[in-house]
């Protein structure tokens, strides 16, 4: 595989969470603004146990899988990010045209952060399960809920910001291998 290849990838992955993201917002509007981080964190907790609870289970009773859950992941974390970005802004709503700029900003730096990780990582996300970058998305999440419990204090640990980006990447890592199977 190539860095190439995986850039491809991730930019696909990236616009179909993008446009979901967009026509959501036509839908409904920024109304997401009103959510504190804790509860976006609590969302985005609720989409990773239900992934990891429907591959323990191989059962789906509400009939949609897991791929609506790792997108529904990228775009909370990207909210989050956002949430971050306009802390003090306290806009409930957004015009579109600009919650698209914030968007890319956003996800300009989760993919930088991506090629500079998988450059010293070697691509080593592709020989992982797709069960194993759950339970990290998990951890990652465990860990955010802790740094927001400690109201952002950390003493040697990265801030939220990063963990959102992480999961991010685990999140699209998980999508191109879906996609691939």
């Excluded at 491809?8 to 179909?16: F, L």
């Excluded at 036509?26 to 990773?48: C, E, H, M, N, V």
Aim: glycine share 6%.
């Amino acid at each position: 595989m190539t860095v190439a290849k995986t850039e491809t990838e991730y930019r696909d992955i990236v616009q179909r969470c993008k446009s979901l993201f967009l026509k959501k917002n036509q839908d409904y509007g920024t109304a997401w603004r009103i959510l504190r981080l804790p509860s976006i964190t609590d969302q985005l907790f609720i989409k990773a146990q239900r992934i990891r609870t429907l591959q323990e289970t191989g059962v789906s009773k509400v009939g949609e899988g897991v791929e609506p859950e790792f997108v529904g992941i990228v775009n909370y974390c990207v909210m989050a990010l956002i949430q971050l970005q306009l802390r003090g802004d306290t806009r409930t709503d957004i015009p579109t045209d600009e919650l698209e700029a914030l968007y890319d900003q956003q996800m300009g730096q989760v993919m930088d952060l991506l090629f500079a990780k998988n450059h010293d990582y070697g691509e080593a996300w592709r020989s992982m399960r797709i069960s194993s970058m759950t339970d990290i998305i998990l951890m990652k999440l465990l860990r955010t809920k802790q740094i927001e419990d400690n109201q952002g204090n950390t003493l040697v640990s990265e801030g939220v910001d990063a963990n959102y980006m992480d999961m991010i990447n685990y999140a699209v890592f998980c999508l191109i291998k879906m996609q691939a199977e």
